[in-house]
């Protein structure tokens, strides 16, 4: 009988050491970086990410013109033939023409070149509702009826909607009042897009608002929501959302530091979040990779994944350099993680990198 029990102990010991990962453990375990961008043909991500087992999820973003959608294209349908076991990427469109009752067909019909290319989903993003104006200067926001045709094409093949709408509510605060230095850095060195001081455009709750009809009118439609879905400031207010949207889940990419500062005071509430909501949430960085400084690039880009590996794995006392503050890791179980870094990528692009 004592043997048993000795058994018994050695074996609940053992188990309980293989509840969570290890530091060591970080080349070992598969991980997708579900936000990720390439715009170039260089092939520094590739490398890096071959290194630290890693695939990488690549979002064409239309900004910066209706020629770079097209240009990225081509870089990342050649990353993807390249290495089809590493990368996998996003489709997106342009609002050129918008106007002309060809968009909508025109639209349709590039969004279907590019699936046929291999992408796997299709980008929106915050220029629509915080820039795109039409020909009566009029800003377009997510919920236009003109959108519809194209979302329903996407619901009826099963393609996910990738959406980075509005902006992280620290967008509408003046910079020193923000809780994250990541906006902070971010919205002084593009004061285009901080809504602090243009208060002509729509509130965070228009923006919010807007997107959540527009899925009102799409519920067959699969979102994934950017950025904590622009919920990043509270994992109630992103559990709310969760619960209203069954057919949403979203990447946590350049939203770590608001991860952070809510676990600095309530880590337990933050850490039953990412338990409850397992099957919801996917790791990504937003890193962008444009071709230059190859070698300290990819250390930033170790660097990133290593932080937010200790971050979720492990229980350890940490400092970032996106808050103020010390914070405990969230020690997450195994099979959460597996979630946050492959399976559910693969769940929710049903596809493989
Ligand atoms: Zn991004």
Not at 2 to 13: D, M, T
Not at 85 to 95: I, Q
């Amino acid at each position: 009988m004592k043997k048993l029990i000795n058994l018994v102990l050695i074996i609940s010991l053992f188990s309980c050491q293989n509840k969570y990962y290890t530091m060591d453990d970080f080349a070992s375990v598969e991980k997708i970086d579900a936000h990720y961008h390439i715009y170039t043909a260089e092939n520094n991500s590739v490398e890096q990410a071959q290194n630290d087992n890693f695939k990488l999820f690549a979002i064409n973003t239309y900004s910066g013109g209706c020629e770079r959608v097209v240009e990225d294209h081509r870089w990342l349908k050649a990353a993807r033939d390249n290495h089809p076991d590493v990368v996998a990427y996003s489709a997106t469109f342009c609002l050129d023409g918008w106007d002309e009752p060809a968009w909508t067909a025109n639209t349709i019909s590039w969004i279907d070149q590019c699936l046929a290319d291999g992408a796997n989903s299709v980008k929106v993003w915050k220029n629509i509702g915080m820039e795109f104006r039409n020909k009566d200067s009029v800003l377009i926001m997510i919920d236009d009826a003109k959108f519809d045709p194209v979302f329903q094409h996407l619901a009826e093949k099963g393609i996910p909607l990738v959406g980075h709408l509005g902006e992280p509510k620290n967008c509408w605060l003046p910079l020193d009042e923000m809780t994250t230095k990541n906006d902070s850095g971010y919205f002084s060195r593009n004061p285009q897009y901080h809504m602090f001081m243009h208060p002509e455009f729509p509130s965070y709750e228009e923006q919010m608002a807007a997107r959540d009809r527009m899925l009102d009118t799409n519920p067959d439609l699969i979102f994934i929501g950017c950025h904590l879905a622009s919920l990043e400031w509270s994992v109630d207010e992103l559990a709310k959302w969760f619960d209203k949207y069954p057919n949403t889940a979203v990447d946590m990419a350049a939203r770590m530091g608001q991860l952070f500062y809510q676990t600095v005071n309530e880590r337990e509430k933050v850490r039953n979040f990412f338990i409850k909501y397992q099957d919801r949430l996917m790791y990504g960085t937003d890193i962008i990779d444009r071709g230059e400084n190859g070698e300290a690039f990819q250390r930033r880009m170790h660097e990133t994944w290593l932080r937010d590996w200790e971050y979720l794995i492990s229980d350890n006392k940490m400092t970032s350099n996106l808050i103020n503050g010390e914070f405990n890791g969230l020690q997450l179980p195994k099979e959460v993680v597996n979630k946050i870094y492959a399976v559910n990528y693969k769940k929710w692009f049903k596809s493989l990198p």
